[in-house]
């Protein structure tokens, strides 16, 4: 992995060594999973993580065939989930040196879930790397958490977040800021208000909700 890895609103400075199991950590909006998938991008793509061509478009898309992104359907992860999962992480890569594992809230997998993972984590196929998502390290079992190397993420503060709206994207200051704000060091939804203007209407329409509420609890 390169020094510095580049996601769609933020710039990480990651470790330059080389492991086979990661775990990120952070409060929502802190970008873990988009510095996961920057992770995986970085070890897919021939350049070290360029962001640019077909390798790290594909990833960035969720159509790369040796980078899986894996959601939790439900509250928690079953255990047919699980060793389906597994069954996939044993899979060799199909073009990359690599086959990455992107896991959002590792700490949903199901307790009789977990040695399955643990064993897999101890001893992973040689070209499988798994990228754990989780909001605190403490969510996680102590012996997966044990196996893997810790990245910390904190929340990002407004300014870096306007400044990247800016910059990477073209946003107008003003509404980068006034998006940056509202969102509370929400990266993605940062993002998306500055972005989407279906995004900035349903806002508008939940806030005209709440004024109409209260004109009509102070009418009675």
């Not at 492991?19 to 952070?26: I, K, Q, R, S």
């Not at 307790?111 to 993972?117: D, F, S």
């Not at 012996?143 to 946003?171: K, M, N, Y």
């Amino acid at each position: 992995i390169r020094d510095v890895a580049v996601t769609g609103v933020q710039t990480y400075a990651l470790p330059i060594s080389m492991t086979h199991a990661w775990l990120l950590t952070g409060p929502p909006g802190s970008g873990r999973s988009v510095l996961g998938l920057a992770c995986a991008a970085a070890l897919v793509c021939p350049n070290g993580g360029c962001g640019t061509c077909v390798d790290c478009r594909n990833v960035a898309a969720g159509v790369h065939p040796d980078v899986e992104h894996v959601v939790p359907e439900g509250v928690i992860y079953s255990v047919d989930e699980t060793e389906a999962l597994l069954v996939r992480a044993a899979m060799s890569p199909r073009r990359a040196p690599w086959h990455v594992i992107v896991v959002e809230d590792v700490d949903r997998f199901q307790l009789n879930a977990t040695p399955r993972l643990l064993k897999s984590i101890e001893e992973p196929p040689a070209h499988t790397v798994w990228v754990l998502c989780s909001p605190t390290v403490d969510d996680v079992l102590p012996t997966i958490r044990s196996r893997c190397r810790h990245v910390l993420l904190s929340t990002p503060t407004i300014e870096s977040i306007a400044g990247q709206l800016e910059s990477r994207f073209g946003v107008d200051p003003a509404e980068a800021m006034f998006a940056a704000t509202v969102s509370q060091g929400h990266i993605g939804r940062a993002r998306a208000l500055a972005m989407d203007e279906g995004v900035r209407q349903r806002r508008r329409d939940v806030l005209n909700i709440d004024r109409k509420s209260t004109r009509l609890n102070s009418s009675h």
